[in-house]
């Protein structure tokens, strides 16, 4: 590339400062030469403006002399020339990248005018620069009288940043596994910012080392700088649109669920404006397991006293549900794979969270419930209390075999006209249909884009049009008719397995009709606080001689580990069966509700399961989470018994009568 020597230089200066026409006279005399001198350095000076495509005219008028038009501004410190000749030396590829970063990292407005000033060239080599960077990023430009900007979705602009990336570890001979993790943080970090960028990348590389996981060498580099992309485009307040998926698929990948909340958990801590929620969790999840990462083979991750405890809860919870679960090897090995860190954090006193808890607890209340007393041995082999977070990712595991097995139907409920509404029909629908079926509330966009493949049933409040499932309309407030319709289609369509009739239609309690006696029913007393009424039935219970002295101890631990208070207002705390001589449920009824952990209840129902009824817990904890599904369900119930309780007095026995509608 031609340059100016340092007289045209000045001669490019004085020009680019003045606003008037000046004359050759002048200019020799500023510069201190022939004016033949100075028509040779304007010729000089208009074929290097040529060849370089400047942005910049050399304007001349007889008898007014000359003057620079265009983006003068660039040109008025000519004299220091080093910075400009290392723009002037600058090549169209590395103009393009600085232009594409500034679009894509920055997300900043460009203007023609702004680059041609930036970078000494034409117009037309911006507009080629452009055409380029939206080939080469495979990105979409917009402009307007304010400037050029990204018309992208946030699934492209993620991938122009990927592409980027790419280029950048090209650019810098990066492309080796050893060079990528050596110079990669600092290099990306000068581009999404140094702690988010030197965390994913010890993030990704701690997998290589993981027990519990596993990423193929090959999609290191592609994992890393996706999570990055991910995280750093999260902090600027970007999520890709996508909806969330139904819990039933969520939990068949629940271990990098997790992984994939603790990463998101661990970045927002070191970025104050990364903000994330569920489907930010699962989107991460996604791009995790696009990336390959799965869970390692536990064949030889454990020892002698974990395989006895993982295979003692196999056992129990298969004499709980009746399900032989022990030739479930993809359950065992999820187990194993769980169990060594789990029970490190428990040792070590170390809470993780379970982003699905709630959920967990309400749509698998049945499954969680039978893992914690599955749990209650172990507890005592390991030396070891499991908080609710650990008990509900083992209740996932199961959840998930039950629903291999088509244990129990998946039904989905449908309306668009608010939460409330939804919640109406999910507690009326509940409480007619098995408990081993799980309910769950959906959108009509998100019934529309996802898999319906796994569903069995949908009851909506609007009409959904043709869809492969069977389907009930109902209204808003959901009628008896539309129960009636709800029970006759689930009969035509289910009507071949034989549990379905004695679970939703022969509604006598058999379970609890063997254990709840009128002796332990405690109706309108008056008590301030949870621990008075735990004490009250305790104390009842250790008098009656069904309890051991460890009991009471257990109960309160338990209700420091998780709340046991449901929305419909009844309280449901427990304790292990190692400390349950003989099984026992305790009902005491308020006169005046009290709050218990979240909600207030006017009702508390302590369950007591010895350990030779371990086969009933299931068909126990069935009958009483329909008579506490609702609040009216609740109501009933406690009308029963208020009736049974007068009749026993008159010498009939409660246990005998009580029946749920």
């Known amino acids: 590339m031609k340059q100016l020597i340092g007289r045209q230089k000045k001669i490019v200066t004085i020009l680019a400062w003045s606003s008037e026409y000046i004359t050759i006279d002048e200019l020799s005399v500023k510069i201190n030469r022939s004016i033949r001198t100075v028509y040779d350095d304007l010729k000089a000076i208009n074929q290097w403006i040529e060849l370089n495509e400047l942005p910049v005219t050399l304007e001349k008028k007889r008898s007014l002399g000359i003057r620079l038009t265009g983006s003068v501004g660039s040109f008025r410190n000519l004299e220091n020339y080093e910075e400009f000749k290392e723009k002037e030396e600058r090549s169209p590829e590395n103009r393009q990248y600085e232009i594409a970063q500034v679009l894509l990292v920055e997300g900043k407005t460009i203007t023609y005018q702004g680059l041609m000033d930036k970078y000494y060239v034409s117009s037309t ?24 900007t990204l018309s992208e979705n946030e699934e492209g602009v993620r991938k122009g940043l990927f592409l980027l990336s790419e280029q950048l570890l090209e650019k810098n001979d990066l492309e080796s596994i050893d060079a990528f993790e050596t110079k990669g943080p600092e290099l990306f970090g000068q581009i999404f910012g140094e702690e988010l960028t030197y965390y994913v990348f010890q993030k990704i590389a701690e997998i290589q080392y993981s027990e519990e996981f596993t990423l193929p060498f090959q999609y290191l580099k592609s994992a890393t700088l996706n999570v990055l992309i991910y995280l750093y485009r999260l902090s600027k307040g970007y999520s890709l649109e996508r909806e969330s998926d139904f819990l039933f698929e969520q939990i068949q990948s629940i271990e990098s669920y997790y992984f994939s909340s603790e990463v998101l958990q661990e970045a927002s801590d070191l970025v104050s404006s990364l903000r994330y929620g569920k489907t930010e969790i699962e989107a991460l999840n996604t791009l995790l397991i696009s990336q390959g990462l799965k869970v390692k083979d536990a064949a030889t991750q454990t020892n002698k006293q974990l395989n006895e405890a993982i295979d003692q809860l196999i056992k129990n919870m298969s004499e709980i549900f009746e399900v032989d679960f022990t030739k479930d090897q993809t359950l065992r090995t999820r187990l194993t794979v769980h169990f060594i860190p789990m029970v490190y954090r428990l040792q070590a006193g170390i809470t993780i969270n379970n982003p699905l808890l709630e959920e967990i607890k309400r749509q698998y209340a049945l499954t969680f419930n039978s893992v914690c007393y599955a749990l209650a041995d172990i507890e005592n082999q390991l030396q070891l209390t499991f908080n609710e977070d650990e008990v509900s990712f083992l209740a996932v595991y199961f959840q998930v075999v039950l629903e291999k097995m088509d244990f129990g139907k998946r039904i ?13 029909i999910l507690n009326k629908v509940r409480k007619m249909l098995p408990q081993k079926d799980s309910l769950e509330i959906t959108t009509l966009r998100q019934l529309k884009k996802n898999d319906l493949s796994k569903v069995d049933f949908v009851i909506s409040s609007v009409e959904l049009g043709q869809i492969e499932k069977p389907v009930v309309q109902v209204s808003p407030l959901i009628s008896a008719e539309d129960m009636r319709n709800i029970s006759r289609l689930y009969s035509e369509v289910f009507l071949e397995e034989p549990e379905f009739t004695t679970e939703v239609f022969d509604a006598s309690a058999a379970y609890l009709s063997g254990i709840l006696k009128q002796d332990y029913l405690f109706l309108d007393k008056c008590f301030q606080n949870k621990s008075d009424c735990l004490t009250f039935l305790i104390d009842h219970l250790e008098k009656q001689g069904d309890v051991t002295k460890d009991f009471r101890v257990d109960v309160f631990e338990r209700e420091k580990m998780g709340a046991t208070s449901l929305e419909s207002g009844v309280a449901i705390p427990h304790a292990s069966p190692k400390n349950v001589r003989k099984s026992r449920i305790c009902v005491l009824a308020l006169d005046k509700g009290i709050v218990w952990d979240k909600y207030k209840v006017n009702m508390i129902i302590l369950i007591c399961i010895a350990e030779k009824d371990r086969k009933q817990i299931r068909g126990i904890l069935s009958e009483i989470y329909q008579i506490v599904v609702t609040k009216e369900k609740v109501s009933g119930f406690l009308d029963k018994i208020r009736t049974y309780s007068m009749e026993g007095r008159n010498g009939n026995d409660a246990s005998n009568q009580y029946r749920i509608s």
């Open 125 to 148: 080599s911006i507009k080629n620069d452009l055409e380029k960077i939206q080939k080469n990023y495979q990105i979409k430009l917009s402009s307007t009288k304010q400037g050029t």
């Open 412 to 424: 989905l409920i449908v309306c668009p006209t608010g939460i409330g509404t939804s919640e109406l």
